[in-house]
């Protein structure tokens, strides 16, 4: 499912998708985009790119869905501060 969150971000929930699956499909929509060659001249990159952040929800330890987007908001955010175009993972302590 993929829904607008936010201005200009959107969420995508992957049921069922192990975190690996789920970063490789993100580099992939990464690429796709990139693909598109949209002119973008204030871009560093002269095109339209994307930034993701990952996360998974663990069910293990109790957790709810506001930490999910909390979790992924803040792997967007790491991406975004180190040159964006790229895709983060949250890492799980």
Do not use: C, W
């Not at 969150?5 to 985009?33: K, N």
């Amino acid at each position: 499912m993929v829904a607008r969150y936010g201005g200009e971000e959107f969420a995508v929930i992957l049921p069922d998708t192990p975190l690996e699956q789920a970063r490789q499909l993100a580099e992939t929509m990464r690429h796709a985009v990139l693909g598109l060659n949209i002119e973008h001249k204030e871009s560093p990159y002269g095109v339209v790119t994307i930034t993701l952040g990952a996360s998974k929800l663990d069910l293990q330890k109790n957790m709810q869905a506001d930490e999910l987007f909390r979790q992924s908001d803040e792997a967007l955010y790491k991406g975004k501060e180190a040159g964006r175009n790229r895709v983060v993972v949250y890492e799980h302590p």
